[in-house]
Nanobody
Framework: QVQLVESGGGLVQPGGSLKLSCSAS????????MGWYRQAPGKERELVAV???????NYADIVKGRFTISRDPGKRMVHLQMNSLKPEDTAVYFC??????????WGQGTQVTVSS
């Protein structure tokens, strides 16, 4: 059974940085793409960043230039480096992996709070 586990969330000041990690119980190449969603209080989940099995990346416009998604296949991990954080980045961040057939697996989420 596939499991995804996030870590690295916490409290940071505006302008600060934080690195999130997602550990998978299977090869990350078993997913056609992996990435990160986030959900702020009272809001719907929004897609933040995606990385495909081929290594291509895509970002939401609101995080371009500030966030970087990367992978470490040998460690079965995907990371999200977040720089120049803003209060509006405050949310629970979820890692996901999508199979070719469309099945999506989710992590439990990790809280990111940006506040002075």
């Amino acid at each position: 059974q596939v499991q995804l586990v996030e870590s690295g969330g916490g409290l940071v000041q505006p302008g600060g940085s934080l690195k999130l990690s997602c550990s998978a119980s299977t090869s990350i190449f078993s997913f056609s793409n992996m990435g990160w969603y986030r959900q702020a209080p009272g809001k719907e989940r929004e897609l933040v960043a995606v990385i495909t099995d081929g290594g291509s990346t895509n970002y939401a416009d609101i995080v371009k230039g500030r966030f970087t998604i990367s992978r470490d296949p040998g460690k079965r991990m995907v990371h999200l480096q977040m720089n120049s954080l803003k209060p509006e980045d405050t949310a629970v961040y979820f890692c996901y992996g999508r199979r070719l057939q469309g099945i999506v697996f989710w992590g439990q989420g990790t809280q990111v709070t940006v506040s002075s």
